[in-house]
């Protein structure tokens, strides 16, 4: 088995032990961007920038394509109910604000292009979950690509780059949906983006290999960007 196979599956095993047999995808512009539009039920339209990393022998794309369906063509009055079912909607509100919070500026979903993300979807629970990928390029380090440890990045990036995707913006500040949005950020910022919390994980996981000044950078880092964010937010 290749080596990548062989380790999303054990992502899979370790993350979701109750639900382990869904589809992984990893979703990168090689082709074509992954920028979650229909593109019609054929699945060779979407090979090229979603690969599946588990049940790929199966090559059963219907899952992906009704995702895209209901997030394009459903009309706005039903929006929400209609993508209930296919999308942990409280899951994907926390993703997108907690990469907004940390500063991920990989040319990604979070930052409005379809490139460098992944996506789980179960078995049991059928509802699209985004996972934690490529985090090489925090804000919180300093550098532009992750390469320097000497100083806080920018505190004051918006919170809506996501939506330079279409399918995104329509999720994000959907009338029904923006203001969860909101709320994830409130939450995050209150728990474990606060000093009480995330200052601990970073002494605990830097200590000793960091030096002490530039966790604290770190750690003002996100009080900064934690008081930038709640003068944007109701």
Known sequence: MHTWKY????????????????????????????D???????????????????????????????????????????YVADISPVINIDQ????????????????????????????YHGQTDTRFILLPYDLDSLRVTG?????????????????????????????LTHIDLESQYYAAFHDLIDTVFSPAQVDPLLDATLGGFVPQPVIDDMKQ?????NAYILTVIP
């Open 143 to 171: 550098g532009d690509e992750g390469t320097t440890w000497q100083s806080p990045g920018k505190t004051n990036d918006s919170i809506w780059k996501a939506t330079g995707v279409d399918a995104i913006n329509r999720f």
């Open 92 to 119: 994907w509100m926390r993703w997108f604000a907690t990469q907004s919070i940390i500063g991920n500026i990989e040319k990604g979903l979070a930052n409005g292009s379809g490139d460098d993300y992944a996506m």
């Open 36 to 78: 979650l539009r229909y593109e019609g039920s054929d699945p060779n339209a979407y090979r090229d920038s979603y690969f599946k990393n588990t049940n790929a022998n199966a090559d059963d794309w219907s899952d992906l394509i009704n995702l895209t369906d209901r997030m394009n063509n459903y009309p706005d009055s039903s």
């Open 7 to 34: 380790w999303t599956v054990k992502f899979a095993e370790a993350h979701f032990p109750d639900d382990d047999n869904g589809n992984l995808y990893k979703c990168m512009h090689e082709g074509d961007y992954a």
């Open 221 to 225: 880092y996100f009080v900064d960007r």
